[in-house]
């Protein structure tokens, strides 16, 4: 895949999940990166060597020394306070992080003059109880817990600032991404979570009937899209997805065949906040970037436990 042209990158969240994996794609491409994260989520050992790292959080108005020293002409902006159930018992902690944070980066973009943020945002939480499946970019956003709504008003805002500041932007969102380095103690990433009891030998919980739909998509696949969308240089909103339906069941019966699991799950009640279904439309990816997953389901599910069994092996 061609690189767009080598810039000093900026990118927040660079130890979590998906930060860690673009930070090292970015690098393998030749861009200067500087990670911004405060490790609450992200870890060390994500941290690639040939970045440069500082522990600070996106709320600590005294990144803008960071902005002013490393001058990024680009900034990813991948860190955040994750977990959407438990922005419904604390909505102002999540607004904090998911919207005063942010947009303490973006204010920053604006006085140093950054050409570009990408966002990661959430097409399994904004569009919230949507009727239509797989849902389309131009599907009318209705989130339903305060974490999608954190997400949504972001977006809004690097609209505004694209109007008002031409700072161009591109909000990926993703849905489900799973794979190696995920962390499974978290709420989010059943997965992961899945995977690491179930090699350890410890029984699962689903919440309510397992029946509940998401959209998985294999994090090098996520990543990839993620690159080619900023190599055609669009602006505004893309769905970063597989378009496919996949129950909390199905993932946990596959990763049983893939790991020799024997326990049932146990079931709890579901709690308030959690979406029935979701999947997102890639029409759009596709035709903008001709892109399309290359992992299906099965395969992704693979990778990701054989990640785990070398973790527990060390």
């Known amino acids: 895949m061609k690189s767009f042209s080598k810039k000093n990158i900026l990118v927040t969240g660079g130890a979590g999940f998906i930060g860690s994996h673009l930070v090292d794609n970015l690098l393998e491409q030749g861009h200067k990166v500087v990670i911004i994260d405060n490790l609450s989520a992200g870890k060390k050992e994500n941290i690639n060597a040939r970045a440069k790292f500082y ?7 005294k990144i803008g020394n960071i902005f002013r ?3 990024p002409e680009m900034v990813f902006h991948f860190a955040a306070h994750i977990e959407a159930r438990q922005s419904v018992k604390d909505p102002i902690f999540d607004a904090k992080a998911n919207i005063l944070g942010s947009l303490n980066i973006l204010e920053n973009c604006r006085s140093v003059g950054v050409k570009k943020i990408v966002f990661a945002s959430s097409g399994g939480e904004i569009y919230g109880r949507a009727k239509v499946m797989p849902t389309p970019e131009d599907y009318l956003p209705c989130p339903l817990s305060p974490y999608g709504v954190a997400k949504l008003a972001f977006e809004k805002y690097l609209d505004s600032y694209f109007m008002m500041y031409n700072i161009g932007y591109l909000a990926l969102r993703y849905g489900n991404v799973y794979g190696p380095r995920q962390n499974p103690f978290g709420e989010a990433g059943v997965v992961a979570i899945f995977a690491n009891n179930m090699l350890q030998g410890k029984q699962c ?10 959209d998985y998509i294999f994090i090098d696949d996520a990543i990839k899209v993620t690159m080619a969308a900023c190599n055609k240089n669009i ?10 339906e996949t129950s909390v069941m199905e993932i946990f019966n596959k990763l049983k065949k893939i790991t020799g699991f024997k326990k049932e799950a146990k079931h709890i009640p579901l709690p308030t906040g959690v979406l029935k279904r979701g999947a997102l439309s890639i029409k759009k990816a596709k035709r ?14 693979s990778s990701t436990v054989d990640w785990f069994k070398k973790q527990h092996e060390k």
């Open 205 to 214: 919980v689903i919440h309510g009937s397992g029946k509940q739909t998401k």
């Open 69 to 71: 020293k490393e001058k």
């Open 288 to 301: 903008a970037i001709r892109w399309q997953p290359q992992y299906n389901l099965d395969k992704g599910l």
């Open 55 to 61: 522990k600070k959080d996106i709320t600590d108005f």
């Open 235 to 244: 602006n505004g909103i893309i769905n970063v997805a597989t378009g496919r």
